[in-house]
């Protein structure tokens, strides 16, 4: 398992810098995200970071802070590197961002280590290009939404107006920043304590937004909505309603949240 390790990081390609596998590409083209229904992945041209281009830029930086720590003692060096990071990864939560995954590291370092390892840690991140302050952004993130609907029948996946009816009720969507400034770690949660709400993906994550830059997700075909947030409906729990109440929430780890109030036709 080393040995690829060794050779990505002598690799002088864009995975070796944050924001080429972080940040959303307008006209981007490629994105693999896997259907619910489908057990094959569907190409969608969304712009959206890729997962895995992601996960090897987080295996690069953890073999360089693995490097300094056997530098430092040729002995012991991999083995209290391992520790690390191994603790580290107990410290997370769901949904866990890079930044708090570099503070878990650090965290980890200061209770096996006593912070001995810190400026490595943080030479890993920042060498790689992962800035640990990103400056406030002056508004919030604008973003619009509708719902839309999909049922699964004998004649495949159809779309149908959102109600208790259908099989999934998606988000359409558009998200922009109107900032000067790059939005960090922007994603898209659906919120709900109603028993009604059934929620199938209830946090989409889209990487960091650069300035002026939006991101939709709308069309006809239910292949366009994989990156979205969506829902279904438990007829239990209706009782004469007709509708139901949930909320977006989007967030930016340098912004103040945007709520948007929806109603859940039923």
């Known amino acids: 398992m080393g040995q690829p390790l060794r050779s990505a990081v002598a690799l002088s390609d864009d995975k070796n810098r944050f924001s080429s596998v972080n940040t959303f ?3 981007a083209s490629g994105s693999q995200i896997s259907s619910q229904w489908r057990r094959r992945s569907i190409p969608v041209d969304l712009g959206l970071p890729k997962k895995y281009d992601l996960a090897e830029w987080c295996s690069r930086v953890l073999w360089d802070i693995r490097s300094q720590f056997e530098k430092e003692d040729r002995k012991t060096g ?3 590197s391992d520790r690390t990071i191994f603790s580290a990864v107990s410290l997370l939560g769901k949904n866990a ?3 708090q995954f570099k503070e878990a590291l650090l965290n980890s370092d200061q209770q096996l280590h006593c912070g001995l390892h ?10 790689r290009g992962f800035q640990d302050q990103v400056p406030q952004l002056p508004q919030k993130l604008n973003l619009q939404a509708q719902w839309v609907a999909f049922q699964l029948d004998s004649t495949g996946i159809v ?3 959102p ?3 259908a099989t999934e009720i998606l988000a359409s969507f558009r998200i922009s920043n109107p900032n000067n400034r790059l939005a ?10 109603d028993p009604a709400i059934i929620t199938y993906a209830n946090v989409q994550g889209f990487g960091d937004l650069p300035p ?8 006809s075909d239910y292949s366009q909505y994989l990156a979205s947030v969506s829902l279904t409906v438990d007829p239990r729990y209706i009782n004469g309603r007709r509708s139901v109440k949930v909320v977006l929430k989007l967030s930016a780890e340098n912004g103040v949240p945007t709520l948007l109030p929806l109603e859940v036709p039923l």
């Open 25 to 27: 590409k307008t006209g």
């Open 78 to 80: 991999k083995l209290f």
């Open 97 to 99: 961002s890079i930044s």
């Open 118 to 127: 810190q400026k490595s840690i943080q030479k890993a991140f920042s060498s």
């Open 159 to 161: 779309p149908v107006a």
């Open 163 to 165: 109600s208790a009816r």
């Open 184 to 193: 960090r770690n922007v994603r898209l949660e659906l919120m709900s304590n």
């Open 212 to 219: 002026g830059a939006a991101i939709e997700i709308t069309g």
